[in-house]
């Protein structure tokens, strides 16, 4: 009975000791199991039943940009700091002003993105940072693709805002609410795309980011916009050759054909139609029509050189038959008429001579309409000429110099 009296002290002893080393943590590791053990995953909540979350810091940085669907992929890592009072503790007691908990263990805010088709939030870290006072620091990572009506149509020489809205969970007036403070962009350049730079504003109430992007036009311009221009150019060169012979017609179908095949092979790499159509494609579709016309008039002004027909027509035609002037010239075609020797020779004469004239009356009128294909052909290769420099400084002007508005934040209306 007496050996058990000073068992049961020692344990009840080793008991007590226990309890004060709970109450009285002397390590960051214990003090953060013992608010790990609170087991707060929900909101802290107060009696306005909103939480204001603080984002001191946004990082903005542009992946991709997808110019045929217009869907623009983008990276923030975002700060967070909010207070909750569940978490803090006596510094007198416990002589630690931070600790490290885990992000499962304590409740985090949820930042979402209005117009995101797929947005993932991650954590940078899988613990985050808790101080005396309540506050807790915490970042994380999100990954955001959303739908932005980029201006396209002064492709390759396009510049615009995309919004990609940044808000909170929210419902009644519970919920949170965000802070914002500064705003960085990193590393802006990405493929034929360039982030200018991005900013935080607020409409409403709602909080977006305001990234400003323009094309860089060298590739777009010599993939697209070059080829079209030396194929016209080339075109305009081809009426030195002559009409006859078929060189020039030859060469001005080779040229149609290799437009059309450039355009079918392009069509996958030309950009998406938007509220502001690209007028590239107007571009194009001007350039293969300047291109048919041209074919078309070299084939005409080739008829009307060889024989002054605009168009092809057939004409049934009898058998020719030959006008004499009496019965003996007649039948001088079927027997040998002895003739005397100078009549023979003045009729072989006048036919040499009928010949001759025939011939020549043929060349005299050949040249005559070689004569009046060439006038045309000069005419219309100057006008040819003209039209196409006048279309294609004025194409140029609209690329760069018109501004076509478009609406980006209708996804509130």
Request: charged letters at 15%; hydrophobic letters at 40%; one cysteine or more.
């Amino acid at each position: 009975m007496l050996s058990s009296v000073p068992r049961a002290f020692f344990f009840l002893s080793a008991l007590t000791v226990g309890t004060l080393c709970d109450t009285n943590c002397t390590s960051r590791r214990c003090l953060a199991e013992m608010l790990k053990s609170y087991n707060l995953t929900s909101q802290p909540q107060y009696e306005n039943c909103t939480q204001s979350i603080y984002v001191p810091l946004i990082e903005y940085q542009t992946l991709s940009i997808d110019t045929k669907s217009l869907h623009l992929n983008s990276r923030l890592q975002a700060k967070l700091v909010w207070k909750d009072p569940g978490l803090s503790w006596n510094t007198s007691l416990y002589q630690f002003y931070e600790v490290v908990l885990p992000v499962q263990s304590v409740w985090t805010p949820s930042i979402q993105v209005t117009n995101g088709l797929e947005t993932t939030l991650e954590d940078t870290s899988s613990d985050l940072l808790v101080y005396s006072n309540g506050t807790v620091v915490h970042s994380v990572i999100i990954n955001t693709e959303v739908n932005c009506e980029v201006n396209l149509f002064n492709y390759p020489f396009g510049s615009d805002a995309c919004p990609v809205a940044i808000q909170s969970w929210s419902l009644d007036g519970c919920g949170t609410e965000l802070e914002f403070g500064d705003m960085r962009v990193l590393d802006g350049s990405h493929g034929d795309w360039q982030t200018l730079s991005a900013h935080l504003l607020q409409i409403d109430n709602h909080n977006y980011l305001l990234v400003h992007l323009e094309m860089k036009p060298n590739n777009p311009f010599i993939t697209l916009m070059l080829p079209s221009i030396l194929i016209i150019l080339a075109d305009v060169v081809s009426f030195a050759l002559p009409l006859g012979g078929g060189e020039r017609n030859g060469f001005k179908v080779t040229l149609v054909l290799s437009f059309t095949m450039f355009l079918s092979i392009l069509n996958d790499q030309l950009p998406g139609d938007s509220e502001c159509s690209p007028i590239i494609r107007v571009h194009f579709c001007v350039c293969l029509v300047l291109l048919v016309l041209s074919m078309l008039v070299s084939l005409v002004l080739t008829r009307v050189a060889k024989d002054g027909r605009f168009i092809f027509y057939f004409c049934c035609k009898g058998p020719v038959q030959r006008k004499t002037g009496n019965r003996e010239d007649d039948e001088g075609d079927i027997s040998v008429v002895q003739l005397k020797g100078s009549e023979e020779d003045s009729r072989m004469l006048r036919k040499v001579v009928n010949f001759l004239e025939a011939l020549s009356a043929k060349e005299q009128e050949s040249e005559r309409y070689e004569n009046i294909a060439n006038t045309i052909d000069t005419v219309f290769f100057w006008f040819y000429f003209g039209f196409g420099t006048l279309y294609f400084c004025g194409m140029m002007y609209v690329m760069v110099r018109y501004t076509c508005q478009i609406n980006h934040l209708d996804f509130w209306d």
